[in-house]
């Protein structure tokens, strides 16, 4: 993530900040995800079948991000802080699955 999460004493400010960097950073994995889509002709059969099984989990995930986002948007303080670090597994996940599927 390219923005460090606020602490508890930030305020909602700071978080808006930290969920629109987030969001703008979500979107430009979401090129990197479509360009995992295109498969190489080299490829085998079995090889296919398993990048587009992770490119399948890259995009439930990163609907799962962005439901995550919208709902901490709306978040109370308190309920903030209780949201980020599931956001931050799922960000950790989503992040290393394109890299695995763009490899």
């Not at 460090?4 to 990197?32: I, K, Q, S, T, V």
């Not at 962005?66 to 948007?73: H, N, S, V, W």
Request: with cysteine.
């Amino acid at each position: 993530m390219v923005l460090g999460p606020p602490g508890a004493e930030a305020g909602p400010d700071a978080n808006a900040r930290y969920l629109d960097g987030l969001e703008r950073e979500l979107a430009a994995w979401d090129a990197r995800l479509a360009r995992a889509c295109r498969l190489p002709r080299k490829l085998s059969r079995a090889e296919r079948v398993e990048q587009r099984k992770r490119i399948l989990v890259s995009r439930v995930r990163h609907r799962n991000i962005a439901r995550r986002l919208a709902e901490m948007r709306d978040a109370s303080l308190d309920r903030f802080g209780e949201l980020r670090p599931g956001l931050q597994l799922l960000w950790k996940m989503f992040t290393s699955g394109i890299e695995k599927a763009e490899s």
